[in-house]
């Protein structure tokens, strides 16, 4: 786990756990991308791991969707 995290901003490590540190990178980038503009981020470097564009495109959609309901159930708690 800590080499994962150490290494998921950095695409080209290829090291004992280069697809574990791809797939967080890529979460980490559509997270922060949601907080920023909610627009779907490149990630082409998925690609690598056979993970299609549309199936990118639709975990992107759900996050949005939770990222909808917990900003609206931020404002209903904290207001």
Not at 41 to 56: F, Q, Y
Not at 61 to 73: M, N
């Amino acid at each position: 786990m800590v080499t994962t995290i150490e290494h998921h901003r950095h695409s080209g490590y290829r090291g004992d756990y280069w697809q574990q540190a791809l797939i967080v990178g890529a979460a980490t980038r559509m997270a922060g991308a949601l907080f920023k503009d909610g627009e779907m981020p490149t990630l082409e470097l998925l690609e690598v791991l056979a993970i299609s564009e549309n199936a990118e495109q639709r975990c992107f959609s759900h996050l949005q969707a939770e990222f909808a309901k917990t900003q609206e159930l931020a404002k209903v708690l904290f207001g």
